[in-house]
């Protein structure tokens, strides 16, 4: 689907970038299509660029957040004895498996070319849902 996105946004560049009007087409020089199709792909990587910063920055904010409940359970955690404490750290071990290779992944999305865009993008969005799925199941272990 994002490909399909990119085609019709570059379609859409290009369309808006050679003029309707003007001279006649055998009055356009070569030189004149490459400057209006360089300035449509540049207006398109700007916007491209500020999506995947977007992108980024909502990542970045997801995984502070689950920093912060990581560090709930940690409370708890310390404030347990026994068993229960052994368990607790083991699900805290596991979160903090899962928030790494989420931050890997989401490092990944932040160096992607538009040609790996959505691979990384899947890869972030599969290791944040391993991460919140575990986070999930720690709270009901301990309901």
Known sequence: MTRAIIRTAVIVALMVAI??????????TSE??????KEAYEAFKAYMVDKKNDAVAHGKELLKKTD?????????ADEASGDAKVAYEEEIDNLKEKRAAAAKKLDELGDAS??????????????Y???????????ANFK
């Not at 004149?32 to 199709?37: G, T």
């Not at 538009?114 to 290791?127: I, P, Q, R, V």
């Open 129 to 139: 849902k391993a991460l919140y799925d575990a986070y999930k199941e720690a709270l």
């Open 19 to 28: 003029p309707l009007t003007g001279p006649a087409l055998g009055e356009t």
């Open 32 to 37: 004149d299509l490459a400057k209006e199709s």
């Open 114 to 127: 538009a040609d790996s865009w959505d691979d990384a993008k899947e890869g972030f969005t599969e290791a």
């Open 68 to 76: 912060a409940e990581i560090d709930k359970l940690q409370a708890q």
